[in-house]
């Protein structure tokens, strides 16, 4: 059976983020989240970019903070790196993605992103080039030019050495 996932274990550095989040579960994400982008965060974007609306291809940030894992409850920013902006704009706030040992997931294609996530911390690290999974910090996908051109993005999952 092929494997469906390329995975690279790697070190990341801390990034600070802004942006704008919602609290759903694993159950409402995949409407609640797409919704926070296009009809929240897109329009918001080049507040922090200095850029008109759609012209922003550079990297931006899904993160995934679990606040309840029996219930699968998360806080999800949909963000961006603002390193020169002392406060988040009014309705924006910072989210720390700490620095690290990640597994980076490529998804080559939209419509992926739930297998991919099932995959990262599901079957992943039951292979013999698995790791254990940190449940307890933030998982994100990164978005890139990759993204607005074929659909392909990255998703990292914290984990924990061998």
């Known amino acids: ?12 550095q801390q990034v600070r983020l802004v942006g704008v989040s919602i609290h759903t579960t694993l159950h409402k ?9 296009s ?11 200095g850029k008109a609306q759609n012209a922003y291809q550079g990297p931006s940030y899904g993160v995934s903070v679990f606040t309840d894992h029996k219930g699968l409850a998360f806080n999800y920013w949909a963000a961006m790196e603002a390193p020169d902006i002392a406060e988040p704009p009014m ?22 992103l739930r297998e991919a996530y099932d995959y990262m911390y599901d079957v992943w690290p039951q292979t013999a080039e698995g790791f254990p999974v940190q449940v307890d910090k ?20 914290p984990i924990l050495p061998r």
Do not use: K
Request: net charge negative; hydrophobic share 40%; proline share 12%.
């Open 39 to 49: 009809d929240v965060f897109a329009h918001r974007m080049p507040e922090l970019s």
């Open 91 to 112: 309705g924006m706030s910072e989210v720390i993605l700490p620095g690290g040992l990640y597994a980076c997931c490529r998804i080559p294609a939209p419509g992926m």
């Open 29 to 37: 994400a995949p409407v609640d989240c797409p919704r926070l982008w």
């Open 138 to 157: 933030p998982c994100f996908e990164r978005y890139d030019s990759r993204f607005f051109q074929s659909g392909t993005h990255d998703v990292y999952v």
């Open 1 to 12: 059976m092929p494997v469906p996932f390329a995975v690279t274990v790697l070190q990341y």
